[in-house]
């Protein structure tokens, strides 16, 4: 039988896996990923104010494996060999006739001192321990920022910081402790969100001077010390940091010879072929794609992504050309456990919503919808 491998168990790898069943693929499916459960980190954000407990946000995958007639196989890649029709783990080889990398992106950790920086989007752990280091601080500076790959600037999620940022505000100004803290947002651009376009942008920046957010905008990152954010346009003090660094390909990339973009990541076209490799897709971060500069890396376009490499690999199971190209498309609600700011943008439409409390409850259920299709 026909055997398709999705490596990964994120937000790519299932709507993969669950739209060639939607397409009525009738091969065997096998996911190769160290972890069963699906960590929804969308919702990190809420865990400092109590808005969720981590375990909630840790949904075991039994039930879709077996709705969907999934092998599941718990190894790490190493690489790959036969020009992607091998993949090697610590588990062994598994060969395939059609290969899906849906394995995310990586975090670049090479800022001198960056340990000393909490990183949010490293996942559900991280997001309860500044909910701790919050509970902890009577008063203080904290500093929050994030950039981009220096060699992809495409490569960056900046989402989730803005909400942290934000979300922060609120939790200590609910706590009646705001006025005990400097808060700082610091971003090497001297227009963060770009991607986001100009009024989302102004209307942040807006948002950040309302609520007394002081910035440090426009300057090289140099290095980070215990309680210091250096950059080349000058230090700030800081008893917390929370940083998202730019994103690369996995680190198991290097020693294959699959086509690389110069930030590290697979090079496909826009239908989610890997170049010059016969049935090898990448969908979601792991891939770098033709299409417009503000394209996002977030699960919305991941699973976009995903739903037009299942619907070329049926046609070409089906004996048919490939012909879906995936759909740039930037869907975002900006949380601020109040309310929150609507940002949608396509290659025809920027349109940017007012903060609206419609907004965070939106957040919220679409939560639950899109979790319910796992549990």
Request: with cysteine.
């Amino acid at each position: 039988m026909t055997n398709i491998t999705v490596l990964g168990s994120g937000f790519a790898a299932l709507t993969a896996a669950r739209e060639l069943r939607r397409h009525r693929v009738d091969a065997e499916i096998t996911m190769i990923s160290p972890r069963d459960e699906l960590h929804y980190l969308p919702s990190v954000i809420w865990l400092p104010a109590n808005l969720r407990k981590g375990e909630e946000l840790k949904v075991p995958l039994r039930h879709f494996f077996a709705q969907h007639r999934v092998n599941f196989v718990r190894a790490a890649v190493t690489g790959l060999e036969d020009g992607g029709r091998t993949v090697l783990t610590d588990q062994g080889a598994y060969r395939n006739d059609h290969l899906v990398i849906a394995t995310g992106g990586r975090l670049i950790r090479k800022l001198p001192g960056i340990e000393h920086a909490l990183i949010p989007c490293e996942g559900i752990a991280v997001g309860e321990e500044i909910g701790r280091r919050l509970e902890a601080l009577p008063s203080g500076r904290i500093a929050i920022g994030f950039s981009a790959n220096p060699n992809e600037q495409g490569a960056v999620r900046g989402g989730p910081m803005f909400e942290f940022l934000f979300i922060i505000d609120t939790l200590l100004r609910r706590q009646g402790r705001r006025h005990r803290f400097d808060i700082t947002f610091f971003n090497p651009s001297p227009r963060p969100g770009a991607r986001l376009g100009p009024k989302a942008v102004d209307g942040l920046i807006a948002e950040m001077k309302r609520r007394e957010i002081a910035t440090h905008l426009g300057h090289k990152m140099v290095c980070m010390e215990e309680k210091k954010v250096v950059t080349d346009g000058g230090e700030i003090d800081a008893d917390l940091i929370l940083f998202m660094p730019g994103i690369t390909g996995p680190a198991w990339l290097a020693s294959t010879d699959l086509p690389l973009s110069p930030g590290g990541m697979v090079m496909a076209d826009a239908m989610c072929r890997v170049e010059g490799r016969p049935n090898v897709w990448v969908v979601g971060d792991a891939g770098s794609f033709p299409g417009p500069d503000w394209m996002p890396k977030q699960a919305h376009q991941a699973d976009l992504q995903a739903k037009a490499a299942a619907a070329n690999i049926a046609a070409a199971l089906a004996g048919r050309e490939p012909k879906t190209r995936f759909k740039p498309e930037l869907i975002c609600i900006v949380d601020t456990l109040d309310d929150g700011m609507l940002v949608f943008r396509n290659e025809r439409f920027n349109i940017v919503g007012p903060r609206m409390k419609l907004f965070h409850w939106l957040k919220r259920f679409f939560e639950g919808y899109y979790l319910r299709t796992f549990r």
